[in-house]
């Protein structure tokens, strides 16, 4: 990578040129201690200002070339993903530390939704041995399937933010991953005329959303390129062809030669344009001892 930020190592993903790769070196880690520590979590739920004031920190010890460089990487269809994290995790990283990085690196993009499963602009959940949820989202040992986030609220969502808090006691569970422009039954499916139709869109008790939405699965860009909202828990089909048409994606995601595994260390946050960059996650093998806690924060890009 030609872009350097004093305080920051910066490289393309072992996996993808597609993905870039930040990692916050100590003396910085060191240097936000004191701006992190003036505020408490319940200060960041209640007061959203606070959360740009973090924000701001971060930025500053990049003498301001940080969030440029974020919003360009989310912003650009060749790119549009970057992972940062800690450069090593020390005693001072706790979770609380690693919630307000989270917040602090979101507030450089853009503006959080508000997060209805959780009831603020974040949420924390986690992955255990025993599920009792009505989601894909805890069940441990259950694969699942690349997806975008937000298809069934009304709010924008036009990136997602994954970080991970903790993992004890966990084999397996890698993120999965996929690019639009990588995936090879992308043009076959996105001009499907079944692709523009309005789907129905719902979710189970647990995401605390109350009505149904409706939209197509792909859409076009500016530059008519495919943008993808699809989750395949969560659709309604109307009849035999749309069924037939989500049972055909579905198969398409799952089979593609082009999605690719990542095994996340905990204290990294995974950033991704919503619209090109589908995510899912492999089963754990069964442990009884399995914990994993993420975070999620997904939301809109500034409008200036």
């Not at 959940?125 to 989202?137: A, I, N």
């Not at 006691?169 to 996929?178: D, F, P, Y």
Request: with cysteine.
């Amino acid at each position: 990578m030609k872009n350097e930020i004093e305080g920051f190592e910066i490289k393309e993903n072992d996996k993808t040129s597609r993905i870039i790769n930040i990692d916050i070196k100590d003396e910085t880690i060191e240097k936000l201690l004191f701006p992190f520590n003036k505020f408490d979590l319940t200060a960041l739920e209640y007061k959203p200002f606070t959360r740009f004031t973090i924000a701001k920190s971060l930025d500053d010890l990049s003498n301001n070339k940080l969030s440029k460089f974020l919003n360009h990487i989310i912003k650009d269809r060749n790119t549009g993903c970057f992972i940062i994290k800690p450069k090593n995790i020390t005693s001072k990283i706790d979770d609380t530390f690693l919630v307000k990085l989270s917040t602090a690196v979101a507030h450089l993009i853009g503006k959080p939704n508000h997060d209805a499963m959780a009831g603020k602009y974040y949420a924390r959940f986690h992955v255990k041995h025993v599920d009792k949820s009505d989601s894909y989202l805890r069940k441990a040992y259950t694969n699942m399937d690349l997806h975008t986030d937000g298809t069934y609220v009304q709010e924008k969502t036009d990136w997602l933010l994954m970080s991970k808090i903790e993992e004890k006691n966990a084999e397996g569970g890698e993120t999965s991953m996929l690019h639009l422009d990588d995936w090879e039954h992308c043009e076959e499916l996105f001009n499907d005329p079944v692709a523009k139709e309005n789907f129905i869109w719902c979710s189970p008790k647990s995401k605390n959303i109350d009505y149904k939405v409706e939209h197509p699965v792909f859409s076009s860009d500016s530059k008519g390129r495919a943008q993808i909202s699809y989750i395949d828990q969560f659709p309604e089909p109307k009849n035999m062809k749309q069924g037939i048409f989500l049972q055909k994606l579905s198969d398409s995601l799952e089979e593609s030669n082009k999605k690719f595994l990542s095994k996340l260390p905990v204290g990294s946050s995974i950033i991704a344009n919503n619209y090109f960059w589908l995510h899912g996650r492999r089963p754990f093998k069964e442990n009884k001892e399995l914990s994993r806690e993420l975070l999620r924060i997904r939301g809109s890009f500034f409008q200036e």
